[in-house]
């Protein structure tokens, strides 16, 4: 059980690593090309109106899968301004890919909030949020690390893992995108993830 | 006639800004990052020179529609960002040139009352310990792509 838990922790700390390589991820597979660390599993989330989504409502279709928030100055909004345009080189493919945006802000992030900032990005991104709790949830599922930075007057920021995820039909971690990566390198990876 | 009064308005301007250039800092290439409706927070960028024989520092600032203007450094290590607010604000060397650009030091635009429109412009007041208030009219901007770089 102890050992369990140190391989989970040390986890955390490598799929951070890899994530900023974006291919450094090769070095937790096994042999076989199985990952050794298991990235996302169970979560049950809202969507912007209110309608549970969990992992399952995922399954059948590849998935890319993004945590940010949207007070966030610049990385998120950049993200999925490369994301949109990343959905526009596929084409028509990129209708058979699962486009998630999950809120590590849960507390000022609400589904109508969300919904209104999604408005300007590409329609194909879905925004998911749920209770503080459930956020959390997705989160350690999914190796996010992120963290709540106090500012002045109550106000305050969020750290964390800026990678985007992509998942095959069945759920598996296929690889994650850096942010900042080549557009060409990114659609070759969703290229591929969509067979 | 009219002509001798632009040239005594311009000579004026240039004398008012000779003076002032001696200790004001300067700001130069400075845009604010386009903001989706709904975002709260937003950001502006720009090249700080301080042209005084003194360390100055950059406090914080107001602008229109903004709650609160902060000087924020944001890093990316491993993957992860991460964003302080710089309490004791942001030393600006005498002579020295910093640059407030993303990915790095930025002007913090929390509380929008309204998008940042891109095409638009942003009046900012900065405020320096010695130079005290400096303001400019920036630019709103949509950046490039990350990956565009
Ligand atoms: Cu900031």
Partial sequence: MIRRRSLVLGGLAVAAAAAAGGGGLLYLRTKGGKPLIKIGGPFALSDVDGRTVTDRDLLG???????????????????????????????????????????????????????????????RIRGLTGSVEAVAA?????????????????????????????????????????????????????????? | ?????????????????????????????????????????????????????????????SAPGVERVEVHEMSMTDGIMRMRPLTDGLVIPAGGTVALKPGGYHIMLIGLARPLKAGESLPLTLRFEKAGKVTVTLPIKTPPAAGAH
């Fill in chain 1, 61 to 123: 279709k590849p998935t890319l899968i993004y945590f940010g928030f949207t007070y966030c100055p610049e990385i998120c909004p950049t993200t999925l301004t490369d994301i949109g345009q990343w959905l526009d080189r596929l084409g028509p493919k990129a209708d058979r890919l699962n486009v998630i945006f999950i809120t590590l802000d849960p507390e000022r992030d609400t589904g109508p909030q969300i919904k209104r900032y999604l408005a300007n990005f590409d329609p």
């Fill in chain 2, 1 to 61: 006639m009219k002509r001798m009064i632009y040239s005594a308005t311009a000579a004026c301007l240039i004398a008012t800004s000779a003076l002032a250039a001696a200790s004001t800092p300067r700001i130069e290439a400075g845009w604010v990052r386009a903001t989706p409706p709904a975002a709260r927070a937003g950001a502006a960028y720009f090249n700080l020179t301080n042209p005084g024989k003194a360390p100055d520092r950059l406090l914080g600032g």
């Fill in chain 1, 138 to 195: 997705a989160a350690k599922a999914y190796r996010i690390y992120y963290r709540k930075v106090p500012l002045e007057a109550g106000e305050y920021t969020i750290d964390h893992s800026t990678a985007v995820y992509l998942f095959d039909k069945r759920g598996e971690f296929v690889a994650p995108i850096g942010y900042g990566s080549a557009p060409d390198r990114a659609v070759e990876q969703l290229t591929a993830l969509l067979g």
